[in-house]
Nanobody, 126 residues
Framework: QVQLVESGGGLVQAGDSLRLSCAASGRTFSDYAMGWFRQAPGKEREFVSGINWSGVSTYYADSVKGRFTISRDNAKNTVYLQMNSLKFEDTAVYYC???????????????????WGQGTQVTVSS
């Protein structure tokens, strides 16, 4: 059974930084793409960033491009999301997700990801 455990959320001021971590267990971590999604109150879950199995390819939503950086350490079975220059509109619950299947690319829609963490709250005060 795949398990994903996020950490690193919190309350920060606009302009601050946070780094989210997601520790994975239960299957060969390095075989699968990983993603970060977020969901704000009253809104649908949206794609934030994704990274392919090797870490060579990364993708970002336009809203976070240039501010967020996704990375992974396959030796530690962990994926990270470095969030800089945080804005009020980044406030949401952030979820780590693992791809259902092995593939070359990185999907950007929730249904492609078969495993989800419990979420970590990020609150940015303006």
């Amino acid at each position: 059974q795949v398990q994903l455990v996020e950490s690193g959320g919190g309350l920060v001021q606009a302009g601050d930084s946070l780094r989210l971590s997601c520790a994975a267990s239960g299957r060969t971590f390095s075989d699968y793409a990983m993603g970060w999604f977020r969901q704000a109150p009253g809104k649908e879950r949206e794609f934030v960033s994704g990274i392919n199995w090797s870490g060579v390819s990364t993708y970002y939503a336009d809203s976070v491009k240039g501010r967020f950086t996704i990375s992974r350490d396959n030796a530690k079975n962990t994926v990270y999301l470095q969030m800089n220059s945080l804005k009020f509109e980044d406030t949401a619950v952030y979820y780590c997700a693992a791809d259902r299947i092995r593939r070359r690319g990185v999907p950007n829609f929730p249904a492609a990801f078969g495993y989800w963490g419990q979420g970590t709250q990020v609150t940015v005060s303006s």
